[in-house]
């Protein structure tokens, strides 16, 4: 078995939470390092609601161009503060999701921000699987960068653009 600063190694490797977040996590469930990252990530989506009202007013916008030039997207990626927007782990969200936009070509942001009924639940950026790890959403994606930065984090608006559409 390994020991337990190597359990909470690979449990901040797996999660990026701290590691303080990580020891308790770790004795909670009896160093079950699966139960334990199941754990952090609860208490991610639990920390992301109760941000969900806080005011984003800063953030930056990323743009993506796929290779060959053919395909590009750019996403307005909200936050409440500065320091959050130049943090790397934001910008590497926001790289990742104007990614997203040209590879899965969503058609609006979510059923509540964009009131189109018409759409799939598919057709919504918040919805669709995360490419790069399918097994969670856009939204997922979104909570655990909530949890890890500890501040309420919105996409306000983005375009995907193709050559010849």
Known sequence: MASNTELIKQLRERTSAGVMDCKNALEECNDDIDKAENLLLEKGIASASKKIGRDTNQGIIETYIHSGGR????????CETDFVARTD??????????MQIAAM?????????DQEANLNKDEFLLNQ???????????????ENVGKLGENIKIRRFERFSLGE
């Open 71 to 78: 395909i590009g997207s750019i996403v307005e990626i909200n």
């Open 89 to 98: 782990e934001f910008k590497n969200l926001s790289h990742d999701i104007a």
């Open 105 to 113: 070509a969503p058609k609006a942001v979510s059923p509540e921000i």
């Open 129 to 143: 699987p995360f490419i790069k790890d399918p097994s969670k959403t856009i939204q997922d994606l979104i909570n």
